[in-house]
């Protein structure tokens, strides 16, 4: 089957791309966005030379105000804009914004002074949001209706992937004219300004590109569905069913900030509503808590970075080297964060790179040195993107399909104000505590405001690791240490029990009711039997007399109660004669066991479903199996009401409770897969029985004994369904 690509994929860009308007439209938002980037960066930037001969408070005032500027008037204003962008050409009105925004900031260098530049600042942020929604009601009139939400996707990625771009013009331009200043003395220029000057040619690229646009009619007649506020577009795209293929580590980023201009126009609201939602669970909490905390080591390096690489007595350059580095890193930690250290559970893994983050902008404040500082600030950035990607894609497993709009709308609207408002209070909180040079003895030691937030904000980050952690992890059987060691060295990370050194090959299907158990063991026993490998296919419970005795016991909806930990006992008791009398035999001649059900059944129905502690119920199954672990667990993921619906009437005991109990168990499922994803498939069982099929295929393969020839899938594509 195809896998859905992940948002953003470079084929799915190139799709739409490759209509010609859009693209027009593309490119002129990458030019408005590097601009936007660019205008922050150099604004910074000239207000701290501007204001480099006042008080340190001062200064940091101001450049806090430059960053807060661009926060407010959208969050302000946003609201307003919508109905204006409905009203007025949108290519005129995109037109207009860049050419205003291109006057606005070349006007600030050649005026040279503090007060204009905080006027232009905020003028320009004000007009920002009739841009976004004037580019946004144009999209639909660009691509057809099924490209809809891949062109809104790929404009926000476009939003925040041209933050690195502008870095690097920015630290290239400030190079540059650094070189000028040297040759030719005469032509002293601020460095900023001539940031800015490009960033004027920015935005005036962008108004030609938008002037090939085709010429749109105002919309005020038009359905509303026409002119989408940004927000409405990203919760749309986002509450579109998941990747059907669901394997833990491959899952991609879901959604990316967007550029400095698109705060969401109700983010107030979002962010209400949004922060009383996530409470619900330890495990969102500690999701919400870490990606929103990695926003703002992103936030205080680009508030702090400015007056830091002054202090170190290197200038623009060297600021514009810091967030290049801490941009590219980001992009590199969100684009490969989901296959860092595969063998490693996922929820250890968001906790480690916020943990590295966090050390590393504690490092960079601790030792002020510019190299150091930019190779750190890389670091943080890989950190932070890893967590935010592998952050995503936890959310994505963790949350039911309907709330997963909602989540992924607040938190795009929490992290872009958290960016900010950290990123306009560092420097502030850098002044008030001051620069101080520490002199002992022989040792001197300066000590910058900048560098104790930096530092702070760092232990900070390590403290919301910890709690992350804490909020997150689970894993029992290994320590996060002897787990890491042994994902470095690419070993397991548990010593294969005796068991597992036999020669047989066992796999376990596992899932809810109705997630297509029976139909999958039918379909693999034959693939494999007909690839000539000995198969033996059981279930629990039942597979033996004793266990049909059991099984009969425990699933007889007529008959007596039976409290949960007798259930308990009598479940591990059928698995235990089980192994002993069928799998362990079979494993030790070499055959390949097929089980419908094992040990994660008891602990997500038992454990999850009844309300156990889980720790118990695994201890008693490890007793009972001698630790046999599968060398692979299928998990057919279905959504509760859906696996019902295809059992039918005929209930038995389990069957029988309520929806609640049901949703327990498929979360206990999945949070087992979760932990331990090197030994897990878990797939989508929405998928046709014959897409499943293969998936299973896929996977098992490599775990075959002799290699089985690659058309092996096309022959069993052919095979009947073998039923119960
Ligand atoms: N992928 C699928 N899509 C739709 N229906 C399916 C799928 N797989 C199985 N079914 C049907 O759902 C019902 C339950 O399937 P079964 O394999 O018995 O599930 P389980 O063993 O997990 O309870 C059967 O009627 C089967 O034909
Ligand atoms: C193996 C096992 C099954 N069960 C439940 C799950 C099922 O509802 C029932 C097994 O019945 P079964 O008919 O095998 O159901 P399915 O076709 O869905 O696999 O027993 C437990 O509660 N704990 C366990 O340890």
Redesign the pocket.
Known sequence: MSRSASPGAPSEARNVLAIKPFRRLWISLSFASIGDWLALLALVSLAAVLTGESTAITQAVVIGGVIALRLLPPLAVGPFTGALADRVDRRLTMLVVDVLRALLYVSVPIVSRVDWLLIAAFLAACVVPLRDNAKDASVPDLVPTKRLDQAHRVNLLTGYATAPVAAVVFMVLAAFTTLLGTLFPVMGAPQAGIALYANGAAFLAAAVVTWTLPATKPTSQEPAAESRPANETDSNELTAPLPKTREVPVAQPTQRPTSPSTPDSNALRTLWKGARFSGATPLLRGLLLGMLGSFALAGVVLGTGRVFTDRLGVGDAAFGALVAAFSLGMALGLYFGPRVLRGLSRRRLFALSLGVAGTALFLTGLIPNPVFAAVMAAVVGVGSGIAWAVGIALLGQELEDDVQGRTFVYLHAASWTILLLTAALAPLLAGVVGDHPIGIRDLSYEFLGTGAVLMVTGLLGVLLAFLAYRQVSERADVSFGTELVAVLRGVPATQPKEAEQLPGTFVVLE??????????VGQLTVWLREEGFEVVTTREPGATKLGMRLRALLLDKDDMTISARAETLLYTADRAHHINEVVLPALRRGAIVIS?RYVDSTIAYQGAGRGLDSSGVEMVNAWATEELTPHLTVL?DLPVEE?LA???GSTDRMESEPQEFHSRVRKGFRDLAERSPERYLILD?????EE?TREIQRRVRPLLPDPVPQDAEAITGMMP?I??
């Open positions: 899932g809810g009711e109705g997630a297509g158990k029976s139909t999958q419908d057919l696996g295809r059992v039918g069982a929405r998928m046709s029985p499943v369904t039923k119960d």
